[in-house]
């Protein structure tokens, strides 16, 4: 049995006492490990945390979709409780990100460094190849391969190197691809490189069918054809559980609607539990 939990989610739910931001964290129990995929933006993770009884000092290894704020920014306040995590990423996760303004640049990024984490003795991996054991039955996966053209980054992310600002691929994206016995629970923070990529990506790896999707698909900024395309996807797929959220924007949101009882709104402290 696995227990996915949205600990911070940009949409209220029905727990009132919840703080909902724009942001993402999930809490994944299998019953021998506690993972935080994402932190949210802020201290909200504590705050929810403690509401949904989930105790943070158990988690043992945190893992980051990609290096923006909305996603990692419950880091520093996570290690005011526990220090004891292993943190993953994805590479190239450092890498300062930005996002092109009319006439200026604004920072997306982290507000840690790796000099912070060993300061405080934290450990961190860089996910070394396209997949990788996360624990037993969870994977991490990257390197997407992106073979839908309508998938496009926006060229607005930037990234600052050395050579200036150039276009960020989200090169260091990741996410999570649990097994079980209906096929691959996937568990994603924006799908920056495309859910359908991503979602290919984890089948033609595993050689499994995706059971289910919980996190952000970036549709916010979907062309009317690229969301058609996206909703023709996810129902020819025939996905049993999909709970798409963030990141997704309303527009999308709604349009899932025809999906049917196979779609949910993935609310701040929504739990499912996959057996």
Not at 182 to 191: E, L, N
Request: proline letters at 4%.
């Amino acid at each position: 049995m696995i227990q996915i939990t949205t600990v911070v989610e940009n949409s209220p739910g029905e727990h009132k006492a919840l703080r909902h931001e724009h942001g993402l964290c999930f809490h994944i129990d299998t019953g021998s490990d506690q993972i935080l995929f994402d932190t949210g933006a802020s201290d909200a993770l504590l705050h929810n945390a403690q509401h949904l009884h989930i105790d943070l000092k158990r988690v043992g290894r945190v893992v980051l979709s990609h290096g923006h704020y909305d996603h990692t920014g419950g880091l520093r306040h996570l290690a005011s409780v526990n220090e004891a995590f292993e943190l993953v990423t994805g590479k190239g996760f450092f890498v300062e990100k930005y996002a092109a303004l009319d006439a200026a640049y604004e920072f997306l990024g982290n507000d840690f460094d790796e000099d912070w984490l060993a300061a405080r003795g934290i450990g961190h991996t860089t996910v070394a190849g396209p997949i990788s054991e996360l624990v037993p039955g969870i994977h991490i996966i990257t390197d997407f391969e992106r073979t839908h053209e309508d998938e496009a980054v926006n060229p607005r992310f930037k990234l600052r190197t050395d050579d200036g600002f150039v276009n960020d691929t989200f090169s260091d994206e990741v996410m999570l691809a649990i097994e079980t016995p209906p096929g691959i629970v996937a568990v994603v923070g924006c799908s920056h490189p495309g859910i359908k990529n991503l979602l290919d990506t984890a089948e033609k790896r595993l050689g499994r069918p995706i059971h289910a999707v919980l996190g952000g698909t970036h549709l916010m900024e979907a062309t009317p054809e690229r969301l058609a395309l996206t909703l023709d996807y996810l129902d020819r797929k025939g996905i049993s559980v999909i709970g798409a959220s963030h990141c997704t924007g309303p527009v999308a949101t709604e349009k899932m609607r025809a999906l049917g009882a196979r779609h949910y709104h993935n609310h701040t402290g929504t739990s499912l539990v996959f057996h």
